[in-house]
């Protein structure tokens, strides 16, 4: 009776034949004065209907100061010998205790882990989710210091002990995450915990409350996002697939596993299309592995060889089905491919035997299967379970993308470097006007091989065309792109255009190409070349440039810098004038051409970078090529962004004596004249069997001129690798072959040209045009 409020006994007449002193408390009656009185006389108002029948409900008492008193009564039935009510045992307490019994079952009944603490660190009450937990009795824990139970299930944390003495000196709540060791009775879990004082009416600190949340779901859902994260950031860094595959192996050995390897189908590694896997034994490439201390020292599978995996192992099972596949020690199929790598490499049996666990996930991109990833824990470690396999495989799935999207970058920068290849000159046409040095760099960059160019096309009169160009962009776009504009440099170098006029031409071309291709416009639209044609005979260079850098002209006596060339705006901005420039060279000049690639870079100076070009070129070399490797040591950029083309030209000239010209009057009489002349300068030139060939190509193109053309004519004759016969006059109208009928008195003599030389042509000159015609020299 002590431990209720207020207890009352009622006889079945109502009158109060008992009394409790918890009674007397709350009404201020003694026992004496209450005992023998109607129940009815200490209300201050009349029961609440149903209150009797239900017996219980809410009623004021008449205080004994006069004062009323509200009062939660509850009544028992005291049964009599023959089980009728004899009385009532009635109950009485404020609406207040109420609320602090269910404050009182809510800390007894809560889901948290909760506990209170004296400041001695004693246990003063602690809820059933907590003795649960500890699987203690509430006997076993009040009274007892906390240390010595949590010594007793093995989960002694002096952190929780030095943070709760924190929070009864400071008096401030307090709040973090802890972790119960796999050996403690409550295992391996992470915890958000909770602590803050009880103060007693005085505002002292009197006791320490502590919850405990369990938050190990949370807990490895971070560290599941921390480890993607930092795989994020360290796997796939580069485009290269080994190099891909040895970041996965080093992201996750000892993260997840003792050993780890990663083995690729064939495919990936080369050029071929997808294959499926078949039932058989499976074929892998192995691209990287690691161990740890406790992981073997030697593989069965060397890196860079392949190995055969059985249908029934994990990794075949793996790549063939597709999904990740979880063994061990026990399971039959583990068993018997244990017993096969022993009996094939025995010398690691002893990693194997410790192995507890393995794991193989596939790596899968874009639906297509590419290898497997395999990872083993040994003794001393936790068996892969759920929560791993996902891990596997998200870390499987991303490294997979990146393989994948190194496996595409290679094979589409094979192909545009294929095709790149295909379309640049495979080796320099015989002329004599100049020496010529190249090379070509590829970007290393991940944008892929762009779209430079250079060329060396030989021109009528022994002159040649030097040309150099870039497509701004990369892959095989640009590539494609490049071939157009190279092939059409060389069709409309076949014109024998000045390089203004030529690279007006193109200029259209590739505003048509961008107005008919609007996937090709933004590679077309920003080209860039160069044009330069240079003679042998006046030893002139005439270019022009069409947003391009200038070339760099190093001179006999040594000194080296950039031409004057306007740049001119780029190819397919149309309407705009190209500006041709001019100059005569010295024979054994040097120019060099090249593309932005070798001076531009980022953060880096393009007029610093000219400079280095124009000592680089001025430094002693064996040859041209060596010249060429020194420009390219001294200039280009650590790491180009971009394609490299550099095009070196030592300029020749033909002497006094390989020349000879003869200015002819317009008189068909003079014809006769002309053929002597030639037959003289040929016998001079020790060429007498091709005198009769050459005396009749002159005689008809100086007929033509004559008869044709206007004056002034000049015939002049070249002797270089062939022997060139050309006529000037100052018709600017060009001929061209006909058929002529049986009874046509004219018509044949180009024909007769044309089948009589190696090649002939025509060109157009400031004064008018020039035909010529070239034949092979007799061998000597």
């Known amino acids: 009776m002590e431990q209720v409020s207020a207890v009352a006994i009622i006889d079945a007449q109502g009158t109060v034949t008992g009394w409790s002193e918890g009674a007397r408390r709350l009404t201020g009656y003694p026992a004496e004065e209450a005992v023998g009185r109607a129940a009815l006389e200490l209300l201050a108002r009349d029961l609440p209907p149903g209150a009797v029948a239900a017996l219980s409900g809410q009623v004021l008492v008449r205080h004994r100061d006069g004062s009323t008193v509200a009062l939660t009564l509850r009544g028992w039935p005291l049964l009599g010998a023959d089980g009728t009510p004899g009385g009532y045992a009635v109950t009485a307490e404020q609406p207040g205790e109420r609320a602090f019994v269910l404050t009182g079952e809510t800390f007894r009944q809560a889901s948290l882990s909760m506990s209170v603490h004296d400041t001695g660190q004693r246990y003063l009450r602690v809820n059933d989710t907590a003795l649960r937990m500890m699987g203690l009795t509430e006997r076993d824990l009040i009274g007892r210091p906390l240390p010595e139970v949590m010594e007793s299930i093995e989960a002694g944390d002096p952190v929780f002990l030095g943070h709760l003495r924190q929070v009864t000196d400071t008096g401030r709540p307090l709040r973090y995450e802890t972790f119960s060791s796999a050996s403690s009775v409550l295992g391996e879990q992470a915890w958000i915990v909770e602590m803050w004082p009880i103060r007693d009416p005085s505002g002292e600190v009197a006791a320490v409350a502590v919850a405990g949340l369990e938050s190990t779901e949370q807990h490895r859902a971070r560290q599941r996002l921390g480890l993607l994260n930092a795989a994020a950031a360290g796997i796939g860094t580069t485009l290269d697939v080994v190099r891909t595959a040895e970041e996965l192996i080093e992201f996750l050995v000892p993260r997840l596993a003792d050993f780890a390897s990663v ?179 590829p970007s290393g960059s991940a944008a892929g091989i762009g779209g430079d160019w250079f060329d060396v096309i030989p021109l009528s009169g022994s002159r040649v065309a030097l040309v150099v160009g870039d497509v701004v962009g990369h892959g095989i776009p640009s590539s494609a792109t490049m071939g157009r504009l190279c092939t059409a440099v060389r069709t409309l170098a076949d014109v024998d255009l000045p390089p203004d006029e030529l690279l007006t031409h193109l200029d259209d071309l590739v505003s048509h190409l961008a107005s008919d291709d609007g996937d090709g416009e933004a590679a077309e639209l920003g080209a860039t070349c160069l044009y330069a044609v240079y003679d042998p005979v006046s030893r002139r260079l005439a270019l022009a440039a069409a947003g391009h850098p200038p070339p760099v002209l190093l001179r006999p006596d040594g000194t080296a810098r950039p031409l004057p060339v306007t740049a001119g705006p780029p190819l397919g901005v149309g309407g705009m004038p190209f500006e041709a420039t001019e100059l005569q060279l010295p024979e054994g000049s040097v120019v060099a051409l090249y593309t932005d690639g070798l001076i531009e870079g980022r953060d880096r100076d393009v007029d ?82 091709t005198a009769f060939v050459t005396e009749l190509v002159a005689s008809e193109l100086v007929t033509n001129a004559i008869r044709y053309g206007e004056p002034p004519i000049q015939l002049r004759l070249i002797r270089d690798r062939t022997l060139i016969c050309e006529v000037s006059d100052g018709s600017s109208t060009s001929p061209h072959l006909r058929r002529a009928h049986a009874y046509d008195e004219g018509g044949r003599g180009l024909l007769l040209v044309a089948q009589l030389t190696q090649r002939w042509g025509s060109r157009q000159t400031g004064t008018g045009k020039t035909i010529w015609a070239e034949q092979p020299l007799p061998p000597c």
């Open 608 to 689: 610093h970078a000219t400079e280095e070009l124009c000592r680089a070129l001025t430094a002693p070399a064996a040859s041209l090529d060596a010249q060429c490797d020194n420009v390219l040591k001294a200039v280009m950029p650590e790491d180009p962004g971009d394609d490299v083309a550099l095009l070196l030209a030592r300029t020749r000239a033909l002497g006094a004596d390989q020349v000879a010209t003869w200015d002819v009057s317009p008189d068909p009489a003079r014809v006769a004249a002309v053929r002597q002349w030639v037959t003289d300068r040929l016998t001079a030139w020790g060429l007498d069997e």
């Open 263 to 441: 083995d690729l189908l064939d495919w990936v590694l080369g050029a071929a299309e997808p294959y499926a896997v078949t039932a058989e034994d499976l074929v892998l490439r192995r691209v990287a592995h690691r161990a740890t201390a406790q992981g073997p020292r030697r593989t069965s599978v060397r890196l860079g060889d392949s190995g055969v995996y059985p249908p029934y192992s994990a990794p075949a099972r793996a790549v063939r089905e597709a999904r990740p596949v979880l063994t061990g020690p026990g399971d039959p199929d583990f068993d018997r491919w244990v017993r096969v790598r022993n009996e094939q490499a025995p010398d690691q049996r002893g990693f194997r035997d410790s192995i507890r666990s393995t794991l193989a996930v596939p790596l899968l991109a874009r639906g297509t299967t590419l290898g497997v990833m395999v990872l083993a824990r040994a003794a001393g470690e936790q068996p892969y379970v759920a929560d791993d396999i996902v891990l596997a495989e998200e870390l499987a799935s991303r490294a997979a993308v990146s393989v994948d999207n190194a496996r595409r970058f290679a094979r589409e920068r094979t192909t545009a470097l294929a095709l790149q290849h295909s379309l640049l000159p495979r080796g320099m046409p015989g002329q004599a006007a100049v020496e010529v040095a190249h090379r070509y760099l």
